[in-house]
C-alpha cells in the first residue's frame, strides 16, 4: 500500500455532530489524516472536530461560512489538502452510510489505479436500511446515467471515493461546476471521458445512524437534470 501519510479523508459536514466525532476517531485508527469542510453548521460539528484537533495533528478543519453544496465542499477540501501535500483524497459521508470496513478495502487499489470508487452496483454490492422504492430509484438512476454518459462505471453516482492527485490535475477538478450531489454524475463523466485508470470495488451502503437524511426530491431532479446537460451540451 502507498504511505499512509500521504492519504487525507476529506469529510463535507452540515449538521453532523452526532456523528462526526466517532467517525474521525475511527479514520484515524487507520492512521490517516481528516479534513472536516464544515458548512457553518448550526449544531456547531465544528466544535467537536476542533476537540479532536487539540490532540491530533492530522485532523483539519475548512469552516465555510454558509452552506455551499456538495460539490463545492469537495472542490474547497481538495484544494486545501492539496497545499498540504497529500497525495490522495477520500471522499466519504459523515454519516457511516460509507462504512470503515470498505474504506479499507478501497485502499488496498490505490497502489494499481488513480480513481477507486465504492460501488452499490458491482457483484458484492448492496444497500441496506432503505425502502424498494428508494432502491429502484437509485437504480435506475444509475442505469440511466451510465447509458446516457456512455460509461462504464456501474455506480456513477457513489459519493465514496479516492482519488489519485494526478486524477484530479488531469480531471481539473476546479473548472467542475456541480455544486449539490450532481457533481458525483460529473465527475464520474470526466473519469470516462478522458479514460482515467479507475476500479470499482463492492460496498455496502448503510443507511445513516444518525441525524436525518440530506437527500430530497429536489436533489434527485437536479441530478437527473444534470446526466441530460452533460450528454447533449458537453
Known amino acids: 500500500m502507498k504511505n499512509l501519510k500521504k492519504i487525507i479523508v476529506v469529510i463535507p459536514t452540515y449538521n453532523e455532530s452526532d456523528n462526526i466525532e ?6 484515524l ?5 481528516v479534513l472536516v469542510v464544515d458548512d457553518n453548521s448550526p449544531d456547531n460539528t465544528r466544535k467537536y472536530v476542533e476537540n479532536i484537533m487539540e490532540s491530533k495533528s492530522n485532523v483539519y478543519l475548512l469552516n465555510r461560512n454558509k452552506k455551499l ?7 474547497d477540501g481538495y484544494k486545501y489538502a492539496i497545499g498540504l501535500g497529500y497525495k490522495y483524497f477520500v471522499q466519504m459521508d ?6 470503515i470496513l470498505d474504506l479499507k478495502k478501497l485502499l488496498l487499489e490505490i497502489k494499481n489505479h488513480d480513481v477507486i470508487i465504492g460501488s452499490r452496483y458491482i457483484d458484492g454490492g448492496s444497500t441496506t436500511g432503505w ?5 429502484n430509484l437509485s437504480k435506475y438512476a444509475n442505469l440511466l446515467s451510465k447509458y446516457l454518459l456512455k460509461t462504464k462505471i456501474n455506480d456513477t453516482t457513489s459519493g465514496f471515493r479516492i482519488y489519485s492527485l494526478k486524477a484530479l490535475n488531469e480531471i481539473n ?13 460529473e465527475m464520474t ?16 451502503f448503510e443507511e445513516r445512524r444518525e ?6 426530491f429536489s436533489i434527485i431532479l437536479e441530478a437527473i437534470s444534470l446526466i441530460f446537460k452533460l450528454r447533449f451540451t458537453k
Not at 453544496?69 to 472542490?75: C, H, I, K, T
Not at 459523515?94 to 462504512?99: E, F, N
Open 22 to 27: 466517532n467517525i474521525v476517531r475511527e479514520i
Open 29 to 33: 485508527d487507520l492512521d490517516l489524516s
Open 69 to 75: 453544496g456538495l460539490g463545492s465542499a469537495y472542490r
Open 94 to 99: 459523515a454519516d457511516y452510510s460509507h462504512r
Open 131 to 135: 425502502n424498494q422504492f428508494r432502491k
Open 173 to 185: 477538478y476546479l473548472e467542475t461546476t456541480s455544486n449539490g450531489y450532481g457533481f458525483q454524475i
Open 189 to 204: 463523466y470526466l473519469i470516462s471521458k478522458l479514460n482515467l485508470n479507475y476500479f470499482e470495488v463492492p460496498i455496502t
Open 211 to 216: 441525524g436525518e437524511s440530506k437527500m430530497d
